[in-house]
């Protein structure tokens, strides 16, 4: 099993700041096959980005994806206040997924 | 318009069972994957199964031969049938649907349900 590693832990900016989250995998993970989720407390995920780097749709270009192999990284450049929340990656193996355990962005 | 409906949830004794059903609508069924995520109270994400247009089925280890997911098309429902649970099958589960089709094998759950909670307790 492909674990996923997220850091940090917590994120404290203030609006307007841009923030760089970070995701180590145990295993290569083929740029198909992360993602990007967000989500607000009481709501259910959000699918930010997809294939390391692809932005879905409705998603602000203010959040951008990258990385390959083991690292990847989700940057969120002029944080708005609609953007403090939890941030997960997603990892699609061919027969088991794993998530990252989180990184909360929180106002500063 | 795009929509997804769990419902099923509730209390149930640790060694039970329960079968959660997602409804879906707005787009066609049987075209796409589907994916159970489950998130315990105050804890991350945790991907519980997953099953493909074709029927291919996958698990997660912490739940492989308890849960069993499966789907009607004709009914544009998603069901995961729950037996043999613990207390740390206590979470809200969520319903998605991938984004893959036949145009794009790139995956993401680009929709999701709002989650029904399964607590398991005596």
């Known amino acids: 099993e492909i674990v996923l590693t997220q850091s940090p832990g917590t994120l404290s900016l203030s609006p307007g700041e841009s923030a760089t989250l970070s995701c180590r995998a145990s295993q290569s993970v083929g740029i198909s096959y992360l993602a990007w989720y967000q989500q607000k407390p009481g709501q259910a995920p959000r699918l930010l980005i997809y294939?390391?780097?692809t932005r879905a749709t409705g998603i602000p270009d203010r959040f951008s994806g990258s990385g390959s192999g083991t690292d990847f990284t989700l940057t969120i450049s002029r944080l708005e206040p609609e953007d403090f929340a939890v941030y997960y990656c997603?990892?699609?193996?061919?027969?088991?997924?794993?998530f990252g355990q989180g990184t909360k962005v929180e106002i500063k | 318009e795009v929509q997804l409906l769990e419902s099923g949830g509730g209390l149930v004794q640790p060694g039970g069972s329960l079968r959660l059903s997602c409804a879906a609508s707005?787009?066609?069924?049987?075209?796409?994957?589907m994916t159970w995520v489950r998130q315990a109270p105050g804890k991350g994400l945790e991907w519980v199964s997953a099953?493909?247009?074709?029927?291919?089925?996958y698990y997660a280890d912490s739940v492989k031969g308890r849960f069993t997911i499966s789907r009607d098309n004709s009914k544009d429902t998603l069901y995961l049938h729950m037996s043999s649970l613990r207390a740390e099958d206590t979470a809200v589960y969520y319903c998605a649907k991938d984004r893959r089709s036949s145009t794009s094998r790139v995956p993401g759950e680009d929709y999701w349900g709002q989650g029904t909670l399964v607590t398991v307790s005596s």
């Open positions: 707005g787009f066609t069924f049987s075209s796409y994957a």
């Open positions: 099953i493909h247009s074709g029927d291919e089925t």
């Open positions: 294939g390391a780097s």
């Open positions: 997603h990892q699609y193996g061919f027969s088991t997924r794993t």
